[in-house]
């Protein structure tokens, strides 16, 4: 099967790095996600990838103690750099040429987001992450994975999850929880199946960006998703359960 994709944004969340742990980053969790974003990355496919912070700190719980949700925003921004520099690292260790561009200033150890610069990185087959989210506070990472995907003219976004794609209903509530194969971004968003946030999930309706969630823990997945295998759900075709 040939690659189906060119160009895609992979989103990860800060809470795949752990792994098993309760807090912080798996080395080996991270490796294996570097081998596979290396093995499509050597197929020919430019890969942009956005990391979430939330196993180092997340701004929501951060206010939610009583913080300014503003400088905990800020925090959360800055612990995705932190996930961002440690894939950077293990990419680079199996010869994957990889930049991080971050959407505030951190100069000394990465570059400014510059998205011509992001651009032509990916045409030179460099892996490009993007930290600290959108710079902004009140906006989460996966509203910057959609915007980023805008941005660069990904042809899809693979939203890398712990569950194999989306629910009618809680599958670890119920067993008799039914899967989608495909949704329309409408439905997602009437029925706040809180796939990405709404944002996110308006900003890939306004632009046509297709969204497959898929489980990261499956050896393999993210090749096949790159492939055009069957896994998950699709969001932006139209409504069917598998």
């Given at each position: 099967m040939g690659i189906t994709y060119r160009r895609v944004l992979l989103k990860l969340s800060g809470e795949a790095l752990m792994g098993e742990l309760s807090y912080g980053i798996d080395p080996s969790i991270v490796q294996s996600i570097a081998q596979e974003v290396a093995e499509v990355a050597a197929a020919g496919v430019q890969v942009a990838i956005v990391?979430?912070?939330g196993n180092i700190f997340r701004g929501v719980k951060g206010a939610a103690a009583g913080m300014d949700r503003a400088t905990a925003d800020y925090i959360g921004m800055i612990a995705t750099v932190m996930n961002a520099m440690t894939l950077q690292d293990s990419l680079e260790q199996i010869g994957v040429p990889t930049r991080v561009q971050t959407?505030?200033?951190?100069?000394?150890?990465?570059e400014p987001y510059i998205r011509r610069r992001a651009i032509r990185h990916l045409e030179k087959?460099?892996?490009v992450i993007f930290g600290?989210?959108?710079?902004?506070?009140?906006f989460t990472t996966d509203t910057t994975a959609a915007l980023r995907a805008a941005e660069i003219d990904a042809n899809v976004i693979f939203k890398a999850t712990k569950v194999d794609g989306i629910y009618d209903s809680d599958p670890h509530q119920n067993p008799d929880a039914k899967r989608f194969k495909s949704l329309t971004y409408s439905h997602v968003l009437a029925h706040d199946l809180r796939v990405m946030d709404s944002t996110a999930?308006?900003?890939c309706k306004d632009n046509d960006i297709p969204i497959?969630?898929?489980d990261l823990s499956v050896s393999g997945n993210i090749r096949r998703a790159v492939m055009g295998e069957s896994i998950g759900t699709i969001v932006g075709g139209f409504c069917e359960v598998s």
């Open positions: 990391v979430g912070g959407a505030i200033a951190m100069q000394e150890v990465a087959g460099r892996v600290a989210g959108s710079g902004n506070p009140f999930i308006a900003l497959v969630v898929f």
